[in-house]
């Protein structure tokens, strides 16, 4: 018997991945026409038990880079449409991953606890 992932559904951890593989990729081709995209990153992609919509996280150094991800959203669609074979693509919603604000966060208090130290 295989093990089952966090979501207790091997199938759709395996597509999460996938998702997240494709979206990465599609987006590092797009990040070479749009400058919005070309500093995110994709944290984690986790696609609802029905299949019919995935949360994408990202992670970006500007604020643009959310209003271009939904600029693009059917493209990426399409995309993994093209290269992933399932009975429905999932509609994609994103939503900012705060790692690094709160990378950055507990940085900044390490170095003043270091400071404090020394």
């Known amino acids: 018997m295989a093990s089952r992932g966090s979501h207790g559904y091997e199938r759709v951890d395996r597509v999460s991945r996938l998702l997240q593989e494709v979206v990465a990729w599609e987006l590092e081709r797009i990040g070479d026409i749009d400058d919005r995209v070309a500093l995110l990153t994709i944290t984690d992609v986790r696609v609802r038990p ?33 290269q992933v074979r399932m009975k429905r693509t999932p509609q994609l919603q994103f939503i900012v991953d705060d790692v690094l604000a709160t990378s950055e966060a507990i940085e900044a208090v390490l170095r003043r606890h270091d400071q404090n130290l020394g």
């Open 50 to 82: 029905d299949l019919r919509s995935a949360l994408v996280f990202f992670a970006s150094l500007t604020e643009e880079a959310e209003i271009a991800l939904e600029a693009h959203r059917i493209e990426l669609q399409a995309a993994i449409a093209r």
